[in-house]
């Protein structure tokens, strides 16, 4: 056949005429980003002239456009350099978009780059609108966690009664020694209760973290120091099945983050490696540092985060690896290559990463094992010196004015807080609701020095209580105490200098290390009355 002009112009009409009956949406961009052409059909599928589009820049269309959650923007940026696509295949992502009719739309954009006869570098894409996809899987996604529930609550459950049964079991121990006169031997019971109730503790926030109820508590960290906590935990997670290492950098840039969703992340990869490798010979290596990543690097355009420097967490065992096929799901709820598994664990890793504005990259080849690296961003602030959460005031406060307001609907919680703040050398008078803490302090507030209310009561809030309170008395100090993070809190109020938060549940000596830290501050700030 020999090709004319005229045949040309054929097959190019034939081209476009199936361009434009398609369901795809086909756009050309050209070297500087804009795009040169758009079907016509994208009327049909989004609603949108072909002109309005035509001209724009991605950066510009990505703005307008693009509403996809911030954890999720591998997006545009990876293409605003085309001559990275060429001979790579099709760099494919999937989008969220809001149309100028306010509808919502999920679509599948694969984008293809190739160079011109004149050097110069193009792209063709084409857009398919995946939104009837996304919801049905979405929907299948919910039904299958609802099946998951069960098995979550059979093992929070099982959790919840193995540190009752610890608790109880310590607590009548004790009581027997008391009665037999031998109450210097209590002490390793009461010990036995407190470690227990701190592990019931872990398992509500991770309910709470997986109900979607847990707000991120940000703070300044060391990422070594948090690792460091863990060791013994993690050793006694992997004993007798693995052997486990550590290799933790003694300094790191600080990174914000929340530290038991950071602590869940951990926990979860070590976990996964440890299965990973289980038996004769395996071994799982914890490692921190630092990680450089280039906006030319195949890892920044695979993951969309910015070129810089990252905090790096390295989990990395000697298992039989992670073929390709398995790597493009490992992180998708509920997949699992393990019988039995949920599948749960690496997709709320990497949901705890994306939270933090980082991500977790995977590279790993058959039977040459796995590593796993977090990257979190480097974070403004260095790391404070840590302050003392642990000790009464070795002496009673300086001013016998001093008077402390402790208001809590559960009447255990109250009584035992105030028994532990007289014990450090407080005075101390309660109230059980809003109402009754707003009559305590018309009787004394020329005596009270420092409110500590909780945040969830009946009646009348912890905030509208205070509320009220400042409204005759601004420089009232308080303490707020919730079984919720501090994020939780009505910013107006945790962002002034006089209010400090505990989050529940505590110990006496954080309780009054904290009291005892407002006290110091509003003395050097000014005299108290």
């Given at each position: 056949?020999?090709?004319?002009?005229?045949s040309?112009t054929?097959?190019?009409d034939?081209?476009?005429?199936?361009?434009?009956?398609?369901?795809?949406?086909?756009?050309?961009?050209?070297?500087d980003?804009?795009?040169?052409?758009?079907?016509?059909?994208?009327?049909?599928?989004?609603?949108?002239?072909?002109?309005?589009?035509?001209?724009?820049?991605?950066?510009?269309?990505a703005?307008?456009?693009?509403?996809?959650?911030?954890?999720?923007l591998?997006g545009?940026?990876?293409?605003?350099?085309?001559?990275?696509?060429?001979?790579?295949?099709?760099?494919?992502?999937?989008?969220?978009?809001?149309?100028?009719?306010?509808?919502?739309?999920?679509?599948?954009?694969?984008v293809?780059?190739?160079?011109?006869?004149?050097g110069?570098?193009?792209?063709?894409a084409?857009?398919?609108?995946?939104?009837?996809r996304?919801q049905?899987?979405?929907?299948?996604?919910?039904?299958?966690?609802?099946?998951?529930?069960?098995?979550?609550?059979?093992?929070?459950?099982?959790?919840?009664n193995?540190?009752?049964?610890?608790i109880?079991l310590?607590?009548?121990?004790a009581?027997?020694?008391?009665?037999?006169?031998?109450s210097?031997k209590?002490?390793?019971?009461?010990?036995?209760?407190?470690?227990?109730a701190?592990?019931?503790?872990?398992?509500?926030?991770?309910?709470?973290?997986?109900?979607?109820?847990?707000?991120?508590?940000?703070?300044?960290?060391d990422?070594t120091e948090?690792?460091?906590?863990?060791?013994?935990?993690?050793r006694?997670?992997?004993?007798?099945?693995?052997?486990?290492?550590?290799?933790?950098?003694?300094?790191?840039?600080?990174?914000?983050?929340?530290?038991?969703?950071?602590?869940?992340?951990?926990?979860?990869?070590?976990?996964?490696?440890?299965?990973?490798?289980?038996?004769?010979?395996?071994?799982?290596?914890?490692?921190?540092?630092?990680?450089?990543?280039?906006?030319?690097?195949?890892?920044?355009?695979?993951?969309?985060?910015?070129?810089?420097?990252y905090?790096?967490?390295?989990?990395s065992?000697?298992?039989?690896?992670?073929?390709?096929?398995?790597?493009?799901?490992?992180?998708?709820?509920?997949?699992s290559?393990?019988?039995g598994?949920?599948?749960?664990?690496?997709?709320?890793?990497?949901?705890?990463?994306?939270?933090?504005?980082?991500?977790?990259?995977?590279?790993?080849?058959?039977?040459?094992g796995?590593?796993?690296k977090?990257?979190?961003?480097?974070?403004?602030?260095?790391?404070?010196?840590?302050?003392?959460?642990?000790?009464?005031?070795?002496?009673a406060?300086?001013?016998p004015?001093?008077?402390?307001?402790?208001?809590?609907?559960?009447?255990?919680i109250?009584?035992?807080?105030?028994?532990?703040?007289?014990?450090?050398g407080?005075?101390?008078?309660?109230?059980?609701?809003?109402?009754?803490?707003?009559?305590?302090?018309?009787?004394?507030?020329d005596?009270?020095?420092?409110?500590?209310?909780?945040?969830?009561?009946?009646?009348?809030?912890?905030?509208?209580?205070i509320?009220?309170?400042?409204r005759?008395?601004?420089?009232?100090?308080?303490?707020?105490?919730?079984?919720y993070?501090?994020?939780?809190?009505?910013?107006?109020?945790?962002?002034?200098?006089?209010?400090?938060?505990?989050?529940?549940?505590?110990?006496?000596?954080?309780?009054?290390?904290?009291?005892?830290r407002?006290?110091?501050?509003?003395?050097?700030?000014?005299p108290?009355?």
């Amino acid at each position: 056949m020999t090709v004319t002009p005229a045949s040309t112009t054929a097959i190019a009409d034939r081209f476009r005429a199936l361009a434009e009956d398609s369901d795809e949406v086909i756009v050309e961009v050209g070297p500087d980003t804009t795009l040169t052409y758009v079907s016509p059909n994208v009327h049909t599928v989004f609603a949108i002239d072909a002109a309005e589009l035509t001209g724009l820049d991605l950066e510009t269309i990505a703005t307008r456009f693009d509403v996809s959650p911030r954890e999720e923007l591998h997006g545009f940026s990876g293409l605003l350099s085309l001559a990275q696509l060429i001979g790579r295949g099709p760099y494919q992502r999937i989008r969220r978009l809001q149309l100028p009719d306010g509808s919502v739309r999920w679509v599948d954009i694969a984008v293809t780059g190739f160079e011109a006869g004149n050097g110069q570098s193009h792209a063709t894409a084409v857009v398919r609108d995946i939104t009837q996809r996304m919801q049905l899987e979405e929907q299948l996604v919910r039904a299958q966690k609802l099946e998951s529930l069960s098995l979550l609550a059979g093992g929070s459950a099982h959790s919840f009664n193995n540190q009752l049964t610890t608790i109880l079991l310590n607590v009548e121990l004790a009581i027997a020694e008391v009665e037999e006169g031998k109450s210097q031997k209590i002490l390793p019971y009461l010990w036995s209760v407190v470690e227990a109730a701190a592990r019931a503790e872990e398992t509500t926030h991770q309910l709470l973290t997986y109900a979607g109820k847990q707000p991120i508590d940000l703070n300044t960290l060391d990422v070594t120091e948090e690792i460091r906590s863990l060791r013994g935990f993690l050793r006694s997670m992997a004993a007798g099945r693995v052997t486990l290492e550590f290799n933790l950098r003694g300094w790191l840039p600080a990174v914000e983050a929340d530290s038991k969703q950071l602590n869940q992340l951990i926990t979860h990869l070590t976990l996964n490696a440890v299965e990973a490798c289980a038996g004769d010979g395996g071994r799982v290596i914890v490692s921190t540092g630092t990680f450089e990543l280039d906006e030319h690097s195949p890892d920044a355009i695979r993951t969309g985060l910015a070129p810089g420097t990252y905090v790096c967490i390295e989990v990395s065992d000697n298992g039989e690896g992670i073929d390709p096929e398995a790597q493009l799901k490992v992180f998708d709820p509920f997949y699992s290559t393990r019988p039995g598994s949920i599948g749960l664990g690496l997709a709320e890793a990497q949901g705890i990463a994306r939270a933090h504005h980082g991500t977790i990259i995977v590279d790993s080849h058959p039977e040459d094992g796995a590593t796993f690296k977090v990257l979190l961003p480097v974070a403004e602030q260095t790391v404070p010196d840590a302050a003392p959460i642990r000790g009464v005031p070795a002496t009673a406060p300086d001013s016998p004015v001093d008077l402390v307001l402790v208001v809590d609907d559960e009447d255990y919680i109250r009584q035992l807080a105030a028994a532990g703040l007289q014990r450090a050398g407080y005075d101390v008078i309660t109230a059980g609701s809003g109402p009754e803490a707003i009559a305590q302090f018309a009787e004394h507030a020329d005596r009270i020095s420092l409110l500590i209310t909780d945040l969830s009561m009946p009646e009348m809030s912890g905030e509208a209580l205070i509320g009220k309170l400042r409204r005759t008395h601004p420089d009232l100090p308080v303490l707020m105490m919730s079984g919720y993070s501090r994020s939780s809190v009505s910013r107006s109020l945790v962002d002034l200098p006089t209010i400090s938060f505990l989050q529940k549940p505590f110990l006496i000596s954080e309780l009054t290390a904290c009291v005892s830290r407002i006290f110091q501050q509003a003395d050097a700030e000014a005299p108290r009355r």
